[in-house]
């Protein structure tokens, strides 16, 4: 028995002239918790799709369970999918909504009312269990949603952007929810994102796309810490991306930049660029040192601040130099002004240089 309840291996969709996933590898290990995550046309939706056995790859093989996808249609397939707009039936209550997966499976009635009454419990609907949809609210209806799905006993659960339609506060106590159901029940989940938070925090490991392919897949802390990419470092978290051309010294790499010279950094993964090539250095704003802090790092500089903004437990300064700007956090309210003088700087250990990316070549701080 394979270890991984989702193999996909070399598969490509296309709709028309569009190709929306373009050559993916991807392997899910069983009963893990793994979030695909990315903007809008990226491909994340049209690969869960695909897995659900609602869509069919051009390319490439899927196996789910250890069955190819070709081998029978979705509603045979060991998936069961959740999705943002909870498609729970109006005219039923809980108890019939979740029921009625059973009911399509021709399960024995005895065995439905326990199945009905024990998922009921473990989502905790049990006093809602008689309500209809338009009696409960947004985060409950979710809650019923993902209670028909489960009592079918699916070996993989996918769920695309089940929360979005959730305020913030409702949507930060469901991801608590989630991540603690999928531990209680043990099963695979697929989860699909644009809300790099949201990925963060539910998952076990991120599988990051772009234009159809998979640039990065890691932990959280892993994906954050050590960007493979520009694009990944500007969409997890926030980055400095500052231009400049690659340099090998006997300390090891740099990326030479037109307004603040030469910025020693580790070179991202595998990426091994030629002297004089094209690279962007990265540094985000929470390594980005200020003041007398600054002077304690192996490289500061000196810049002047021309903007500031308070985010709550930080303040974001934009320092310029030599016609560059940059964004720093600052513990607290920033007490300085506007057009001061002051000290940055970071450790080199913080720094990553990443391929050369023309998304990224203007770099405005924001």
């Known amino acids: 028995?394979?270890?991984?309840?989702?193999?996909?291996?070399?598969?490509?969709?296309?709709?028309?002239?569009?190709?929306?996933?373009?050559?993916?590898?991807?392997?899910?290990?069983?009963?893990?918790?793994?979030?695909?995550?990315?903007?809008?046309?990226?491909?994340?939706?049209?690969?869960?799709?695909?897995?659900?056995?609602?869509?069919?790859?051009?390319?490439?093989?899927?196996?789910?369970?250890?069955?190819?996808?070709?081998?029978?249609?979705?509603?045979?397939?060991?998936?069961?999918?959740?999705?943002?707009?909870?498609?729970?039936?109006?005219?039923?209550t809980v108890a019939q909504n979740v029921a009625f997966g059973l009911r399509m499976q021709k399960v024995p009635q005895g065995e439905i009312g326990n199945r009905v009454a024990a998922m009921v419990e473990l989502l905790g609907l049990t006093a809602h269990i008689g309500k209809y949809p338009r009696q409960m609210s947004g985060g409950q209806q979710q809650r019923v949603a993902l209670a028909r799905a489960l009592v079918t006993r699916p070996r993989v659960l996918l769920l695309d952007e089940p929360l979005g339609a959730l305020d913030l506060k409702m949507r930060k106590h469901m991801q608590g929810e989630l991540k603690k159901l999928q531990r209680e029940v043990g099963i695979t989940f697929v989860y699909v994102t644009h809300d790099q938070d949201e990925a963060m925090h539910l998952s076990d490991s991120i599988v990051v796309m772009d234009q159809g392919l998979i640039v990065q897949q890691g932990t959280a802390a892993e994906i954050y810490q050590n960007p493979a990419t520009p694009y990944v470092a500007d969409f997890i978290g926030e980055a400095n991306l500052l231009p400049g051309i690659y340099a090998q010294s006997l300390d090891g790499g740099a990326a030479v930049t037109p307004g603040l010279g030469a910025l020693p950094g580790e070179c991202a993964g595998q990426f091994e660029p030629a002297a004089g090539s094209p690279v962007l250095f990265s540094i985000r704003p929470e390594h980005v040192h200020t003041g007398d802090a600054a002077a304690a790092q192996p490289y500061h500089l000196t810049g002047t601040v021309t903007g500031v903004s308070y985010l709550g437990a930080a303040s974001r300064l934009t320092v310029s130099v030599g016609g560059t700007s940059l964004r720093a956090n600052v513990p607290g309210v920033y007490t300085g002004e506007i057009g001061q003088s002051i000290q940055f700087g970071w450790s080199p250990a913080h720094g990553r240089i990443l391929p050369h990316d023309d998304r990224f070549t203007t770099v405005a701080a924001q």
Not at 16 to 29: H, R
Not at 59 to 73: K, M, N, Q, R
Not at 83 to 89: D, I, M, P, R, V
């Open 1 to 92: 028995m394979s270890e991984f309840d989702v193999e996909i291996r070399s598969v490509v969709k296309r709709f028309g002239s569009f190709t929306a996933v373009n050559g993916i590898d991807l392997f899910v290990p069983r009963g893990k918790f793994i979030t695909l995550l990315g903007p809008s046309g990226c491909g994340k939706t049209t690969t869960l799709r695909m897995i659900g056995g609602l869509e069919l790859p051009d390319e490439g093989s899927i196996i789910v369970a250890g069955s190819p996808l070709a081998a029978s249609g979705g509603a045979d397939r060991p998936t069961r999918m959740v999705y943002q707009n909870y498609a729970l039936f109006p005219h039923m």
